[in-house]
């Protein structure tokens, strides 16, 4: 019940961060930090943010991985709780994974499996 409870959440958060992103630019890296400027979580290292930022992708793309999963390697990786580092997961897909907010308006999932 736990599980799924966390799971709601984190698709919540999910939701909300990749409706909150700027829109795309030419750089989305920078885009994706004054993203993370904005919602509290700008006092990450900057190129420590862009790195965790790009490896969410692949990691959601693997068969074996969900947002779960990827939230809570995104919180060791950047030093920051589960909450702040699923909001966090929802920007970077925004910012570096094409094609997810399309999917996600189409009602379709980005990655099959994940949701």
Known sequence: MMRLRFAVAAGAVLSAGLLAAAPAQADPATDFLNTLDGSGLGTINPADAVSAGQSVCPMLADGGQNLAD??????????????????????????????????????????????
Do not use: H, K, W
Request: neutral net charge; hydrophobic residues 45%; proline residues 11%.
């Open 70 to 115: 990827v939230a809570g390697r995104v919180s060791e990786t950047i030093g920051r709780p589960l909450g702040p580092a699923t909001m966090f997961t929802g920007f970077a897909i925004s910012a570096f994974c094409p094609g997810a907010v399309t999917s996600l308006a189409n009602g379709e999932s980005p990655f099959p499996g994940l949701f």
